[in-house]
């Protein structure tokens, strides 16, 4: 009985700490984000509120909490009312299974290396739950974030709003697939739907190497779920104004632009720990022996806790940079060629990832060589996509207006 | 396609390395060329008298009727201004100031410049309504001596030209 309250309290304190340093982490995503791009632009960027701009977040909340809260009158009251809610809230559950980091408070950092199928002696505090279907949980609550970007489009009854809604939609389910099926590799790679034994099967080599391809696609399509540039279509401010969230204003307006943060950061804790060995680095398992030597096995089990959890948010921001890199760098993809690649070059790719993946794995016994056949194999497609995509006309126009030369009359020759 | 990307790509981190071309305002200012038509002075002769002799000549050559000029004469025991007349009251209105100079132009003593001041900013019209006081420069700034013609009081003398030169 004490036993279950103690595990429930423990359990409720992790759980208000990881949705405090979450919103704490968006709020200082937006200062990152907004210092590397103005830094990118040759400017220098908010720093005025504070050293460095460094209370910056901490004035805009302030701002958006004084602002008035307007509700147009003819919204769909209640569903206007629960669609910031229901963008949010998945944005924040995604966070349940990754573990972004290993402290075992048992106090034995060797079952952070250890087999997980063998020594379930690990208590991992940096890990809300750790169910077997972690993977599976991951892709079915990012997929629910569409809910609410689509409810907001269609309750605000408003065409600019409505459009951005159905755009993000149709963009998020098309993108849904080939997301899934590039993770559906690395899954078949580590043979796990666990979030930590995912983790545990990269020890060796990070999934990076023989997923090349599945992380490429991983990459792309995960900007697209995001609806960050170059695909944010969905808030193209010349023709939507700025989409779904057109009629929200205040703090409402603030929970969309939370959930947005929130997915980034989630997808790239997600490519950390499908692709890039989670929480784990070489030199490790070595602190952990050194530190347990020289002050116990309780020091020595925080000290890999600590250093897993700098390791991981060193990975997560490194992808952050990338989004934000690419977000100064690209122009807005047209939205008949974002359908185009997703549906025809995405989706075909990652099918054709996960085959090859199955083949090798089952052909192919031994993980170095299977990983070294599909690295091999990964960069061969990727180079006959990228040859093939260079060649393919693009796709003819269906418009019905037709483009007509005008007549140059000719001179007679003489 | 790929390279173009990755030129663009190359272009943003090439450029997150310059240091950046923004000025920072209020800590960093940047010096304002010789020429510059910022605010207002009213400026002195050497001797501490004022150059201005309410003669009104800038409030009527103000395209944007800002300047108003309130002419009083002087007394000879201890005169306010060179001549018979000095400005009683001197204001110019700020919001409607388009800094074109000709204020400068037509004064004949050239007592009105527009210095380097850019700073004008007011939380009401009222205060965007600069006086004598405020636009005058401390006694001991004045330069130049004053011209003889100035000084012929009550005596005939002929009419100064339009620009003197000091």
């Not at chain 1, 700490?17 to 220098?44: C, D, H, K, P, W």
């Not at chain 1, 580590?190 to 999934?207: D, P």
């Not at chain 1, 992380?215 to 944010?232: H, K, N, Q, Y």
């Not at chain 2, 409607?96 to 004008?120: K, M, S, W």
């Amino acid at each position: 009985m004490d036993d279950i309250v103690v595990q429930v309290l423990i359990m409720l304190v992790q759980v208000v700490v990881l949705v405090l340093a979450i919103s704490t982490g968006f709020a200082y995503l937006t200062l990152f984000e907004r210092r590397l791009l103005a830094r990118m632009q040759n400017r220098v960027g908010p720093n005025r509120a504070g050293p460095g701009g460094f209370l910056q977040p901490a004035a805009d909340a302030v701002k958006l909490f004084f602002k008035e809260d307007v509700i147009p009158t003819l919204v769909d009251r209640g569903v206007y009312l629960l669609a910031p809610a229901l963008a949010v809230i998945p944005a924040l559950l995604i966070w349940a299974v990754i573990p972004f980091g290993c402290l075992n408070i048992a106090g034995d950092y060797q079952a952070c290396f250890a087999d997980p199928a063998t020594n379930p002696n690990l208590h991992n505090i940096f890990q809300l739950a750790d169910i077997d279907i972690g993977v599976l949980y991951l892709l079915a609550i990012t997929s629910i974030g569409v809910y609410g970007i689509t409810l907001a489009g269609w309750a605000s009854n408003s065409k600019y709003a409505m459009l951005g809604g159905i755009r993000a939609s149709a963009q998020l389910i098309s993108y849904e697939l080939a997301l899934s099926s590039a993770v559906l590799a690395a899954v078949m790679m580590a043979g796990t739907l666990s979030t930590h034994e995912v983790i545990y099967q990269q020890m060796t080599m990070w999934f990076v190497i023989p997923q090349l391809l599945g992380f490429v696609l991983f990459l792309i399509s995960g900007t697209a779920e995001l609806v960050r540039a170059p695909f944010d279509l969905v808030e193209a401010e010349q023709e939507l104004t700025s989409g779904y969230n057109a009629e929200y204003g205040s703090m409402k307006f603030a929970l969309f632009f939370m959930s947005e943060y929130i997915k980034m950061i989630a997808i790239s804790a997600i490519a950390v720990t499908l692709y890039l060995g989670g929480w784990n680095a070489p030199g490790l398992e070595l602190l952990g022996s050194l530190m347990t030597g020289m002050a116990g096995p309780l020091v020595g089990s925080i000290a890999v806790g600590l250093a897993s959890f700098l390791v991981f948010l060193v990975k997560v921001v490194l992808i952050l940079f990338l989004f934000v890199w690419m977000r100064a760098s690209w122009p807005r993809v047209r939205y008949d060629k974002l359908m185009y690649m997703g549906w025809k070059w995405l989706l075909p790719l990652a099918l054709l990832n996960v085959a090859m993946t199955a083949v090798f794995v089952v052909v192919l016994p031994d993980a170095l060589i299977h990983s070294v056949a599909l690295f091999v194999a990964s960069l061969v497609v990727m180079a006959v996509a990228y040859v093939v995509s260079s060649r393919v006309k693009p796709a003819p126009s269906r418009s019905r207006i037709k483009m007509v030369q005008p007549e140059v009359p000719r001179r007679p020759s003489s | 396609m790929f390279g173009e990307l990755l030129k663009g790509l190359q272009t943003t981190l090439r450029y997150m390395f310059r240091p950046p071309v923004t000025v920072q305002y209020p800590d960093v200012k940047r010096p304002v060329r010789e020429r510059f038509r910022g605010r207002h002075e009213l400026k002195r002769f050497a001797n501490g008298q004022e150059r201005c002799i309410g003669c009104s000549l800038c409030s009527a050559a103000c395209p944007a009727d800002a300047i108003l000029v309130v002419p009083a004469e002087n007394n000879l025991e201890q005169p306010t201004s060179p001549g018979e007349r000095y400005a009683a009251t001197y204001e110019i209105n700020m919001l409607r100031c388009i800094f074109c100079g000709y204020c400068e132009d037509a004064c004949p003593t050239n007592a009105i410049v527009l210095e380097h001041q850019y700073e004008l900013s007011f939380y009401d019209r009222q205060t965007s309504i600069y006086t004598k006081d405020m636009l005058l420069v401390p006694p001991d700034q004045g330069h130049g001596e004053i011209p003889p013609i100035l000084t012929q009081l009550g005596d005939k003398r002929p009419s100064p030209p339009a620009q003197i030169d000091l």
